[in-house]
């Protein structure tokens, strides 16, 4: 094992020095505040690896924190799935990056960093790993514990948050439409954008600063990308903006979040 010590600059700055320094052929990202379920996830990943010979092998993860000694049930379906574009459909592909297990080289032969300086690096990294178009394997019986803390960065959407995750979706949806319509992982970055747009309008919502007027129009002119529907839950967002409208969908959908969610 070996320890870095550096200056705290953030979790993009952390990662892409152990991405950097990395000598396995595997990369797995761990935050602060989480955990594995039990001392036989990476154990399940690694058996993973090997049946399958997969660049990315996806996690389960599960919510802890809400109650002391409590954590939820699994949240990411059971069966197993080594379709790539099953995967992003059923959002088994997420974009978390701490949900994975990607191979070294297929990062580092892409030049593939964490975003710097900026908040929803993840969405950006896992997107850019989606579109080198990866073999994938899913292992639903090892689960990350993601920490439920209300003074996260993750429940306290500002500003940036927002103005970074559009720039990012932006970024990606560019880079999917300009890849030739036959390729697959075109479609499936389109679709991954996509439910990043839907997050984005429950951010906008969510925001506990005042968001310029022209922003919210560019998120509300971006919203052609909800024909991307593969994934159920943009295609009901879909169905809900025709009947309803824009506004009234976004109103539902912070609400739900709200109550059901959060």
């Not at 579109?131 to 920490?147: E, H």
Request: aromatic share 8%.
């Amino acid at each position: 094992v070996s320890v870095i010590h550096q200056n705290n600059s953030g979790p993009s700055v952390a990662r892409n020095k152990g991405i950097q320094k990395a000598k396995g052929e595997y990369l797995l990202f761990l935050d602060s505040d989480d955990c594995y379920a039990d001392t036989t996830v990476l154990q399940k990943v690694t058996s993973c690896i090997l049946a399958s010979g997969a660049d990315v092998v996806c996690m389960n993860y599960a919510r802890f924190g809400e109650r002391p000694g409590a954590r939820g049930a699994a949240l990411l379906p059971m069966q197993e799935c080594s379709d790539p574009g099953q995967m992003v459909e059923r959002t088994i592909y997420t974009s978390s990056a701490c949900l994975k297990a990607i191979r070294t080289k297929l990062v580092r032969g892409a030049g593939i960093c964490f975003p710097e300086g900026v908040r929803c690096e993840d969405v950006d990294f896992c997107g850019r790993v989606l579109a080198m178009a990866p073999s994938m394997a899913y292992c639903p019986d090892a689960s990350y514990l993601y920490r439920v803390n209300p003074a996260s960065a993750t429940h306290n959407i500002t500003r940036q948050t927002v103005e970074n995750l559009f720039a990012i979706i932006e970024s990606l949806e560019n880079q999917a439409q300009a890849m030739p319509e036959e390729y697959p992982q075109r479609s499936w970055l389109l679709n991954y954008t996509a439910f990043q747009y839907a997050t984005l309008i429950i951010n906008e919502n969510l925001c506990t600063q005042p968001l310029p007027r022209a922003l919210r129009q560019r998120i509300r002119a971006a919203r052609g990308l909800l024909k991307y529907d593969a994934c159920a839950q943009v295609k009901l967002i879909r169905n809900v903006s025709r009947i309803c409208g824009f506004a009234c969908m976004s109103r539902m959908l912070t609400l739900y979040f709200r109550l059901f969610r959060a």
